[in-house]
């Protein structure tokens, strides 16, 4: 059985930063396309970063660059999302997913998902 477990969740002031994790069992993430995606209050669920399974490069939205990183540590199976200079805009449900995904690139029909971890930001 599949499972992907977000944590690291929580109230924040602006300018702030946290590391979201997500431990998965019964997948190994290596052999994925594995990425973060955020829901905000009353918004569409958008893609915020992934790790290509192809090639293991990553990518971002725009919104993000610069201020977010995300890393797999294939040792302990875990993805994480490190977010620094957190702006009010970045509070939402965030989750992870996995997916074998035809180009290796993370799309909105992933494979698997955790059950996501909120994340709010204070101005």
């Known amino acids: 059985q599949v499972e992907l477990v977000e944590s690291g969740g929580g109230v924040v002031q602006a300018g702030g930063s946290l590391r979201l994790s997500c431990a998965a069992s019964?997948?190994?993430?290596?052999?994925?396309?594995v990425g973060w995606y955020r829901r905000a209050p009353g918004e569409e669920r958008e893609g915020v970063s992934c790790?290509?399974?192809?090639?293991?490069?990553?990518n971002y939205v725009d919104s993000v660059k610069g201020r977010f990183t995300i890393l797999r540590d294939n040792v302990t199976n875990t993805l994480y999302l490190q977010m620094a200079s957190l702006k009010p805009e970045d509070a939402a449900i965030y989750y992870c997913?996995?997916?074998?995904?035809?180009?290796?690139?993370?799309?909105?029909?992933?494979?698997?998902w955790g059950e996501g971890t909120l994340v709010t930001v204070s101005s």
């Open positions: 790790i290509s399974r192809k090639d293991g490069s990553t």
């Open positions: 019964g997948v190994t993430l290596a052999r994925y396309a």
């Open positions: 997913a996995a997916g074998k995904t035809p180009d290796g690139l993370c799309t909105d029909d992933m494979d698997f």
